[in-house]
């Protein structure tokens, strides 16, 4: 939904890719959007191992500029922020071992008011990686 068209004329994330080949779309509305990286072939949670990568692309709501908003991602040690925070890679260390790890990120548009506290979209990022 383009933006002149919701309650909020904010920008939004609309989809995510993977590098995995899998495309997510993000309903707006929400204080925060979940997705879990699913692995193509079996369609469940995908497990990743120690050293493993992937990566995430955010597609935005095109009828907004970018230097309207600002993308926060949580760091982690493995976790690569590129293109203003529009795509990460993921390298599977030690610290992102774990049986739901999470990647957040925060879109915070530069107005002086927020859709909620602080921010204006959440994306939480879910996957599983195995030590071995």
Same mark, same amino acid.
């Given at each position: 939904?383009?933006?002149?068209?919701?309650?909020?004329?904010?920008? @939004?994330?609309?989809?995510?890719?993977?590098?995995?080949?899998? +495309?997510?779309?993000?309903?707006? &509305?929400?204080?925060?959007?979940?997705? /879990?990286?699913?692995?193509?072939? @079996?369609?469940?949670?995908?497990?990743?191992?120690?050293?493993?990568?992937?990566?995430?692309?955010?597609?935005?709501?095109?009828?907004?500029? +970018?230097?309207?908003?600002?993308?926060?991602?949580?760091?982690?040690? &493995?976790?690569?922020?590129?293109? $203003? &925070?529009?795509?990460? $890679?993921? /390298?599977? /260390?030690?610290?992102?071992? &774990?049986?739901?790890?999470?990647? @957040?990120?925060?879109?915070? @548009?530069?107005? +002086?008011?927020?859709?909620?506290?602080?921010?204006?979209?959440?994306?939480?990022?879910?996957?599983?990686?195995?030590?071995?």
């Amino acid at each position: 939904m383009a933006g002149k068209d919701k309650d909020f004329n904010i920008p @939004t994330i609309i989809k995510v890719n993977d590098s995995l080949g899998n +495309e997510y779309i993000i309903k707006d &509305g929400r204080a925060g959007e979940s997705l /879990t990286i699913i692995d193509p072939v @079996t369609k469940q949670k995908k497990v990743f191992y120690l050293g493993d990568k992937f990566s995430l692309n955010l597609i935005l709501d095109p009828s907004f500029s +970018e230097d309207s908003y600002e993308l926060i991602w949580r760091q982690k040690e &493995g976790i690569e922020i590129l293109d $203003n &925070g529009k795509r990460i $890679n993921v /390298t599977i /260390t030690n610290q992102l071992i &774990g049986e739901s790890v999470i990647a @957040t990120c925060k879109l915070v @548009t530069k107005n +002086e008011w927020h859709r909620f506290l602080g921010y204006d979209q959440q994306l939480f990022v879910n996957f599983k990686a195995l030590p071995h």
